[in-house]
């Protein structure tokens, strides 16, 4: 079982730069592949960005690429997105997942957070 909480949503103007953390408790850490998913009003949830338990992979979707960056500590139990140059699109509730196997694929992924909300204002 591994617990997981989001922070460091917020409103940002566009242009601008946030960084969500995830912090994990429970089972080892560095046992799980970590995620970041999104889910805008009236949209389906999607894939964001996701690491290797090690950190030596990362994968992300093409919307972000460039402008988004996954990193973890597992010394901490934390993951992080760096969002910069953020625009109005990328505004959703975003979550963390943890997963046995690195993938892009929500389903696989066993245990998720509540969400943290992210606003870019125009």
């Known amino acids: 079982q591994v617990q997981v909480v989001e922070s460091g949503g917020g409103l940002v103007q566009a242009g601008g730069s946030l960084r969500l953390s995830c912090a994990a408790s429970g089972r080892t850490f560095s046992s799980y592949s970590m995620g970041w998913f999104r889910q805008a009003p009236g949209k389906e949830r999607e894939f964001v960005a996701a690491i290797s338990r090690s950190g030596g992979s990362t994968y992300y979707a093409d919307s972000v690429k460039g402008r988004f960056t996954i990193s973890r500590d597992n010394a901490k139990g934390t993951v992080y997105l760096q969002m910069n140059s953020l625009k109005p699109e990328d505004t959703a509730v975003y979550y963390c997942?943890?997963?046995?196997?690195?993938?892009?694929?929500?389903?696989?992924?066993?245990?998720w957070g509540q969400g943290t909300q992210v606003t870019v204002s125009s």
């Open positions: 997942a943890a997963s046995t196997v690195a993938t892009v694929t929500l389903f696989r992924y066993d245990y």
